[in-house]
T-cell receptor, first 114, second 113 residues
Framework: DSGVTQTPKHLITATGQRVTLRCSPR?????VYWYQQSLDQGLQFLIQ???????AKGNILERFSAQQFPDLHSELNLSSLELGDSALYFC?????????????FGEGSRLTVL | QQQVKQSPQSLIVQKGGISIINCAYE??????FPWYQQFPGKGPALLIA?????SEKKEGRFTISFNKSAKQFSLHIMDSQPGDSATYFC????????????FGGGTRLMVKP
C-alpha cells in the first residue's frame, strides 16, 4: 500500500459527459502528480501541483483541469469526454517539490467512455 | 527531446534466466533514471534508480547499467522468478523539473515456471 488513495476505482460514462477523479496523497506529501496510462501511449504526465499551486504541465488537454485543495487532496476534472479519453488515470505524490526521491502512485482510476 | 524509448514491449523468460530491458533517451539534461515495476491492478512502484555519475547499480537481483555516451540504460533481472512477472517502466527526469518523470512505453515481462 503506497498510502495514496484514488477514487473512484472504476468509472463508466458516456461521451460528452464530465467526471471528477479524486486523489488523497500520502500523509505529509506536498506534491501531487497526475498521469494518464493508455495501452498505446504508456504513462503520460499530465500535471503537477505543489502545496496548492500548479508547478508543471505536461500533455494535458484543455478539456482537462486539476486543482489541489488546502488539505492537499487533488481533483482531476475531465470534461466533454471522448472515446479516446478512456484510460487509467494515476495520481502520485512525493514529499517535496525538489525531491529526487520516488513517486508514490495510487492504484489508479479506470475511466471508460462509451 | 523529452522522449524515452523502451524495448522490448514484451518479454518471456524462463525461471532462473536473465531478463534484460533497454531504454534510450534523447534529452542530455536528464540526470535521474528510475525503474518502476507495476503489477496488474496496482500503480507503478519504484524498483531501483541510478544517476549518471555511476555506470552500474545493483540491488539484489536487479541491476541498472548506464551508458552516458550512448544515452542508454538497461535493467537486468538475474535469476528471474515467476513473481517478477509484471510491467516494467524506465523513466527519466531533469534536475529542474522536480520529480516530474518521463516514462518509457513499458515492457510486459512474463517469467515461465
Amino acid at each position: 500500500d503506497s498510502g495514496v488513495t484514488q477514487t473512484p476505482k472504476h468509472l463508466i460514462t458516456a461521451t460528452g459527459q464530465r467526471v471528477t477523479l479524486r486523489c488523497s496523497p500520502r500523509s505529509g506529501d506536498l506534491s501531487v502528480y497526475w498521469y494518464q496510462q493508455s495501452l498505446d501511449q504508456g504513462l503520460q504526465f499530465l500535471i503537477q501541483y505543489y502545496n496548492g499551486e500548479e508547478r508543471a504541465k505536461g500533455n494535458i488537454l484543455e478539456r482537462f483541469s486539476a486543482q489541489q485543495f488546502p488539505d492537499l487532496h487533488s481533483e482531476l476534472n475531465l470534461s466533454s469526454l471522448e472515446l479516446g479519453d478512456s484510460a487509467l488515470y494515476f495520481c502520485a505524490s512525493s514529499p517535496q517539490q525538489g525531491s529526487r526521491g520516488e513517486l508514490f502512485f495510487g492504484e489508479g482510476s479506470r475511466l471508460t467512455v462509451l | 527531446q523529452q522522449q524515452v524509448k523502451q524495448s522490448p514491449q514484451s518479454l518471456i523468460v524462463q525461471k532462473g534466466g536473465i531478463s534484460i530491458i533497454n531504454c534510450a533517451y534523447e534529452n542530455t539534461a536528464f540526470d535521474y533514471f528510475p525503474w518502476y515495476q507495476q503489477f496488474p491492478g496496482k500503480g507503478p512502484a519504484l524498483l531501483i534508480a541510478i544517476r549518471p555519475d555511476v555506470s552500474e547499480k545493483k540491488e539484489g537481483r536487479f541491476t541498472i547499467s548506464f551508458n552516458k555516451s550512448a544515452k542508454q540504460f538497461s535493467l537486468h533481472i538475474m535469476d528471474s522468478q515467476p513473481g517478477d512477472s509484471a510491467t516494467y517502466f524506465c523513466a527519466a527526469s531533469r534536475d529542474n523539473a522536480g520529480n516530474m518523470l518521463t516514462f518509457g512505453g513499458g515492457t510486459r515481462l512474463m517469467v515461465k515456471p
